[in-house]
């Protein structure tokens, strides 16, 4: 099967260390996740110090999402393993970036932006070899409509 790579962006204009703690939290998961949104009642389990959680239900099937590496307010890398209904796995990567120091730089190419520099912007990022992530084009937009988002 071919390789893929999913990469998604969005503004969200709130502070980065909060828009950085609902991703992080795993127990926050289900107020923003296009995969646990799809089952509410699908039974979930966290790891110690937040570390991981798993999941269980009839639509969702089972799997797995552990945090491996975390970058305050800047990166998180994670593995997601599916096990039920198909095997997968895939590292999962979320980087956060002030909008200000992307104007910065654009502004130094000679880009403007029309967007106001108070937001950040959240990248989710899934390479792979499984063509089965219809949910993660859901995953900022759950994301950004937790916190009120602007583009002028």
Same mark, same amino acid.
């Not at 990248?123 to 937790?146: E, F, N």
């Given at each position: 099967m071919p390789k893929l790579m999913i990469e998604r962006s969005t503004v969200i204009e709130a502070p980065l260390d909060a828009v950085y703690a609902l991703v992080r939290d795993f127990k926050r998961w289900p107020e923003w996740s296009p995969w646990l949104s799809a089952e509410k009642e699908a039974t979930l389990s966290f790891g110690e110090e937040g570390r991981s959680y798993a999941w269980n239900g009839k639509i969702v099937g089972s799997g797995e999402m552990r945090l491996l590496d975390a970058v305050e307010n800047q990166s998180l890398q994670m593995q997601l393993d599916l096990l039920t209904p198909w095997r997968s796995q895939s590292q999962v990567r979320f980087e956060f970036e002030s909008l200000l120091s992307l104007f910065i730089v654009n502004c130094l190419r000679s880009k403007p932006m029309r967007c106001n520099t108070r937001g950040r912007i959240v990248?989710?990022?899934?390479?792979?070899?499984?063509?089965?992530?219809?949910?993660? %084009? @859901?995953?900022? *937009? %759950?994301? %950004? @409509? *937790?916190f009120p988002s602007k583009c002028m």
């Open positions: 990248t989710w990022a899934m390479p792979g070899r499984q063509a089965c992530y219809a949910a993660a %084009r @859901k995953c900022l *937009s %759950r994301v %950004r @409509k *937790s």
